[in-house]
């Protein structure tokens, strides 16, 4: 009986726990090039993807640009 309850238990956890990981991996690698729309005080920076969608991230975890040329686009 309690074989059979711990192993119920550990299946359970186990498909949750996937479940989990696969809707992290889809939100925290979005593909394709970013626009940056705003930057906060405190380092979090809000992108706009190619389909429209706005999505805030962790500055730290962005990769800096260092190729040719990028215009610069100031909203009042």
Same mark, same amino acid.
């Given at each position: 009986m309690?074989?059979? *309850?711990? +192993? @119920?238990? +550990?299946?359970?956890? #186990? @498909?949750?726990?996937?479940a989990?990981? /696969? /809707?992290?991996? !889809? @939100?925290?690698?979005? /593909?394709g090039?970013?626009?940056?729309?705003? !930057?906060t005080?405190h $380092?979090?920076?809000? @992108? =706009?993807?190619?389909?429209?969608?706005? %999505?805030? =991230? *962790? $500055?730290?975890?962005?990769?800096?640009? %260092?190729? $040719?040329?990028? /215009?610069? =686009? !100031? #909203? +009042?």
């Open positions: 309690a074989n059979e *309850n711990t +192993k @119920l238990y +550990k299946e359970r956890s #186990k @498909l949750l726990h996937d989990r990981i /696969k /809707k992290m991996r !889809v @939100l925290t690698r979005p /593909k090039p970013y626009t940056i729309n705003q !930057v005080p $380092g979090a920076i809000e @992108l =706009i993807g190619n389909g429209g969608q706005n %999505f805030l =991230i *962790n $500055g730290q975890r962005l990769k800096h640009y %260092f190729g $040719g040329t990028t /215009k610069e =686009i !100031v #909203k +009042k």
